[in-house]
């Protein structure tokens, strides 16, 4: 995961966690865009949990990106 995502979701987040004590969920879905900027781009991705909101910014490559923050749905 650690090349998907930007480095203070790894150090502050991803890093941390156990991924033993992590549900096992899997995308059930299509992604749905929500908001969009020079900056960032929103998508609600349902999982068969509770969807997730995921942003995504621009990674240091052309046309990469990288997952800056994923917070629970709703």
Same mark, same amino acid.
């Given at each position: 995961?650690r090349?998907?995502?930007?480095?203070?979701?790894?150090?502050?987040?991803?890093s941390?966690?156990?991924? #033993?004590?992590t549900? +096992?969920e899997?995308?059930?879905?299509?992604?749905?865009?929500v +908001?969009?900027? +020079?900056h960032?781009?929103v998508?609600?991705?349902?999982?068969t949990? +509770?969807?997730?909101?995921?942003h995504?910014?621009? @990674?240091?490559?052309a @046309?990469?990106?990288?997952v #800056?923050?994923v917070?629970?749905g709703?």
């Amino acid at each position: 995961m650690r090349p998907l995502v930007t480095h203070a979701l790894w150090t502050t987040g991803l890093s941390l966690t156990e991924p #033993s004590s992590t549900p +096992a969920e899997t995308v059930a879905g299509e992604p749905r865009q929500v +908001a969009v900027t +020079a900056h960032e781009d929103v998508f609600d991705v349902p999982t068969t949990g +509770a969807w997730v909101r995921v942003h995504l910014v621009p @990674g240091p490559a052309a @046309g990469a990106w990288l997952v #800056s923050t994923v917070e629970p749905g709703g």
